[in-house]
């Protein structure tokens, strides 16, 4: 007769290839119950937005099935994200377990939109996810997700509203446009420890922060009073920027925050009459830049007018049209992301 031990024993060959190590020893499985020849368990991933998942479904499934014996495997998925965050000491986002910072060499490369496309995507997955708007220099991430209305404040705690799934707080709540303010560091870190303390964030998964663009004060003090889980690069595929986005990166990998790795934007337009794919901006840039500088290349993202357009009526596309070959290619980066903040806490914590 099958017991729990047998069970648990098949399910110690199956590896997560991404960290390495079986499920097992990974606390992924919970919950055996063996009846007869029926076996029902718990397979707990470190994200929802597991890029192999189906993968590892199959495979836990799999091993459990061919034990002689097994008549009927009811397994269940469900998720423990796990966390970047070294909560020792910590004084702020307490209930928040990974905070990622989408950066970009310069301006309007498409960073916010990267963001907000991110963040909606980790939060389909079934992630609790916010936002948090620190681009000092133009928070439009309101705008983007469609936030209009004043945040509600209670017990002198700004409530974030949620949109499209997504807890959403902006700079914007606090400094309005007609406000002239010059950026300088120790203003830039105070207004953002209000981001971090006023604002009821909760339990989070993921906290996606939108940091202003370029490599000045802003940039680097916001880099270095946010609790980081990891950096994200967004680029445009021209020379130009590339060489910029190379700077960036020798920039962040001076600070102790691990580079998750660089997005391509405005890669290639695909005609919407012949289909016909055009390397508007030329192409593998990004690549070649995430291999020389050694940081992992996490893909293209097509220029699209339905990407734009979506944004600007504040229903980024993957909330819009979730099944688009465009919010197909966030997926994926979501995925990618994930994946990578869930090796980078493996890694802090088999220290
Ligand atoms: N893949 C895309 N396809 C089409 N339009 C895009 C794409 N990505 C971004 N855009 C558009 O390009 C403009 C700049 O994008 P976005 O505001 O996200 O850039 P940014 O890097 O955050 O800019 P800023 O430096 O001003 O904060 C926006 O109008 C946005 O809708
Ligand atoms: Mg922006």
């Given at each position: 007769m099958t017991?729990?031990?047998d069970?648990?024993r098949?399910?110690?060959e199956?590896?997560d290839?991404?960290?390495g190590k079986?499920?097992v020893s990974?606390?992924?499985i919970?919950?055996?119950?063996v009846e ?6 718990t397979?707990?991933?470190t994200t ?6 189906a993968?590892l479904?199959?495979a836990a499934k799999?091993a459990?099935?061919?034990l002689?014996g097994?008549?009927?495997?009811e397994?269940?998925t469900?998720?423990n994200?796990?966390?970047t ?6 004084d702020v986002?307490?209930?928040v ?8 060499g310069?301006?309007g ?10 963040a909606?995507?980790l939060a389909?997955?079934g992630?609790k996810v ?6 000092v220099?133009g928070p439009?991430?309101?705008?983007m997700?469609?936030?209009s209305?004043?945040?509600m404040?209670r017990?002198d705690?700004?409530?974030p509203?949620v949109?499209h ?8 709540f606090f ?5 002239p303010?010059?950026w300088?560091?120790p203003?830039?870190a105070?207004?953002v420890?209000?981001?971090l303390?006023?604002v009821e964030w ?7 922060c939108?940091l202003?663009?370029?490599t000045g004060?802003a940039?680097?003090t916001?880099a ?5 889980g990891?950096?994200?690069v967004?680029t445009?595929?021209q020379e130009?920027?590339?060489n910029i986005?190379?700077k960036a990166?020798?920039?962040f990998k ?11 934007n405005?890669s ?11 390397a508007?901006?030329s ?5 070649k830049?995430s291999?020389?500088?050694g940081?992992e290349f996490?893909g ?10 979506h944004s ?5 596309i993957?909330s819009?049209l979730?099944?688009s070959?465009?919010s197909?290619v ?9 994946g990578?903040?869930s090796?980078v806490a493996?890694t802090?914590m088999?220290?």
């Open positions: 017991k729990t031990e069970v648990l098949v399910l110690a199956v590896r290839p991404e960290l079986d499920v990974l606390h992924m919970d919950n055996v119950k007869g020849g029926r076996v029902e368990f397979l707990n991933l929802p937005a597991c890029p192999l998942r993968r479904e199959e799999g459990v099935a061919a002689p097994v008549t009927h495997v397994m269940k469900s998720a994200v796990y966390a965050r070294d909560f020792d000491g910590a986002l307490k209930g377990k990974n905070v990622i910072a989408v950066a970009s310069k301006g490369v498409g960073k916010s939109t990267v963001a907000v496309n991110l909606v995507a389909a997955s992630a916010g936002i948090l708007d620190a681009d220099y439009n991430i309101p705008l997700m469609g936030v209305a004043p945040p404040v017990d705690k700004v409530v509203p949109a799934g997504v807890k959403v707080a902006s700079l914007g400094y309005n446009e007609a406000t303010v010059i300088r560091g203003l830039v105070g207004a420890r209000q981001l303390t006023q909760g339990e989070l998964d993921y906290l996606v939108d202003p663009p370029g004060d940039s680097l916001l270095q009073t946010v609790p980081l990891g950096i994200l967004v445009t595929p130009a920027a590339l986005a190379a990166l020798a920039m001076r600070l102790d925050v691990p580079i998750i790795g660089v997005v391509e405005m290639y337009f695909v005609c919407p009459h012949c289909g016909e794919r055009t508007v901006f192409s593998g840039g990004g690549r830049i291999a020389e500088r940081v996490l293209e993202i097509p220029l699209a007018v339905a990407v734009r357009e600007d009526s504040g229903s980024p993957v819009a979730p099944d070959p465009e197909l966030y997926k994926e980066l979501a995925f990618r992301v994930a990578m903040l090796i493996w802090k088999k220290k």
